[in-house]
């Protein structure tokens, strides 16, 4: 699983990090999206589509 | 057939929004609303000054039309459809803020002000609230019984992180919660709305001066050290601060107070609640309650900037467009038998705080606040009561912005 973000379209809403947290973070100036782990592992791969589901902005992409 | 009915044309018999709730489910979106979904996910209604905007009430089909950008927040175009009369009549006036902006415009203002509001920041203060929380209940419990939940716990709490967040005194919270509900009431005039927005702008506008002197670790001294820089003016950010202020208070505030009615009306989710000893499993519940109540009850409210076809309706430029988020909410095609309460459902994808580029900036305080409330009041005090009948609850009238109880009368 490859994860992409698109720092343009996001609305700093943080859904991501309540979905998953290892994967994403965000940044403490404007709460822009960070991504910690672009490959996550299998075990993460749940949370991290619906980190991708739940993102208002729709800036977060899987390539699977 | 369905089609016929999307494309129905604006008349008199176009069903109208906003009906009250049934008086014995009032925790229930109103039941016309839920029938409109059933026939289509998109329709014509009828609202309060006789325009016939479209209806969107579908969960898959608000999530699609809250992020398409032919559509605007732009309450300055003609044909905004917009929830009351001083609405339309102080919109002429609205300067550009997070609410009404599109594209470039919102993107610059919103990212002026989510930096305080990020899901790691909001942990940060998790023992804040926690403690906060902790106080308002050994006083409620010291106090005289039967007691209101409303101001014992639900107003205060937000009231107080979000004072704290901006850097604004408490001790002033008598007068913006006064000036907070009366951006929020559709029975004021226009004047009366002004009058109160320019006592609390000079303020806001007097404590961002100070704070241009005097900087501390919070929102508005943020905000003073963008004045000096020349990266915002005086004006804009007594707006931002407004907004800030006034958003942070009713919606908490209602989820605190409908959140606890809801509960003790559901005896054994609530034991459940009680029982689970894992911020993750609360935190799933907070979202079930969110879906379930969906406070901001009026809708989002948007305008088309162009002529498009959705979900088999011709929309045209210039037509108005709501979506009813308690309909989403309320969708079974998203949540299976939506009236049922069930805390352990996957309800994450809620549209409680709207969707798409306007979705809720203080949303993750917001659930904190509510993760630390459900997981403490109702283990403190396991013997909570209601002191009045169920049906003497005042509910807040359909069509006022944020759905919520005024007073909710509490024993133990
Ligand atoms: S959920 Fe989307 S909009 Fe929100 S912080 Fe993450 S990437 Fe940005």
């Known amino acids: 699983m490859k994860v992409v973000v698109d720092e343009e379209k996001c609305v700093a809403a943080g859904q991501c990090v309540n979905a998953a947290m290892d994967v994403f973070d965000q940044r403490d100036e404007d709460g822009i999206v960070v991504l910690l782990d672009e490959n996550p592992p299998a075990e993460l791969a749940e949370d991290v589509r619906n980190a991708a589901a739940i993102c208002p902005a729709l800036a977060i992409r899987i390539e699977e | 057939m369905a089609e016929a009915e999307t494309r129905l044309a604006p008349d008199e018999q176009a069903y109208f929004y906003q009906d009250d709730r049934d008086a014995k489910c009032p925790f229930a979106p109103p039941p016309g609303l839920r029938a409109l979904n059933e026939k289509a996910p998109v329709t014509r209604v009828r609202i309060w000054d006789g325009s016939t905007p479209w209806l969107v009430t579908g969960h898959a089909a608000q999530r699609a039309i809250l992020s398409d950008p032919r559509v605007s927040s732009d309450d300055k ?30 993107t610059r203002i919103r990212r002026m002000m989510t930096r305080p509001f990020t899901r790691p920041r909001m942990e940060a ?57 009366w951006a929020t009431r559709s029975d004021k005039t226009v004047e009366q709305q002004n009058a109160a927005n320019a006592a609390l702008g000079g303020y806001l506008a007097n404590l961002l001066q100070k704070k ?44 605190i107070t409908l959140g606890t009615a809801l509960l003790l009306d559901n005896p054994g989710q609530l034991a459940n609640l009680r029982e689970i000893d894992d911020t993750k499993a609360v935190a799933n519940a907070v979202e079930e309650i969110l879906r379930y109540l969906t406070v901001p009850q009026l809708g989002q409210r948007r305008i088309a900037a162009e002529d498009f ?69 109702y283990r403190r005090v396991p013997t909570l009561r209601l002191a009045v009948d169920r049906d003497e609850l005042d509910f807040r009238p359909a069509d006022a912005l944020a759905f919520g109880i005024s007073e909710l009368p509490v024993t133990w």
């Open chain 2, 309 to 377: 076809e959705f979900e088999g309706a011709e929309i045209k430029a210039g037509d108005g467009i709501i979506a009813a988020l308690p309909a989403g909410n309320w969708d079974p095609e998203a949540f299976p038998e939506p009236e049922k309460l069930d805390l352990t459902r996957k309800a994450s994808h809620h549209v409680a705080f709207g969707w798409g580029i306007h979705q809720c900036l203080g949303q993750q305080l917001a659930r904190i606040e509510l993760q630390v409330v459900y997981g403490t009041l």
């Open chain 2, 212 to 255: 241009m002197e005097e900087p501390a670790e919070d929102v508005l001294s943020d905000f003073a050290a963008r004045i000096k820089d020349g990266d915002l003016t005086l004006p804009e950010a007594v707006m931002l601060s407004m907004i800030l202020l006034i958003a942070g208070h009713e919606t908490s505030s209602s989820m």
């Open chain 2, 125 to 181: 203060l998790r023992p804040s609230i926690q403690e906060f929380t902790d106080e308002l209940i050994d006083r409620m419990l010291a106090g005289p019984k039967p007691a209101d939940l409303v101001t014992a716990v639900s107003l205060p709490l937000p009231s107080l992180m979000i004072c704290v967040l901006l850097g604004v005194p408490y001790a002033d919270h008598d007068f913006f919660q006064e000036h907070a509900q």
């Open chain 2, 77 to 106: 175009r003609p044909g905004f459809p917009y929830p009351n009369h001083v609405m339309a009549e102080s919109a002429p006036h609205h300067p550009l803020t997070i609410f009404n902006a599109d594209g470039a415009d919102h």
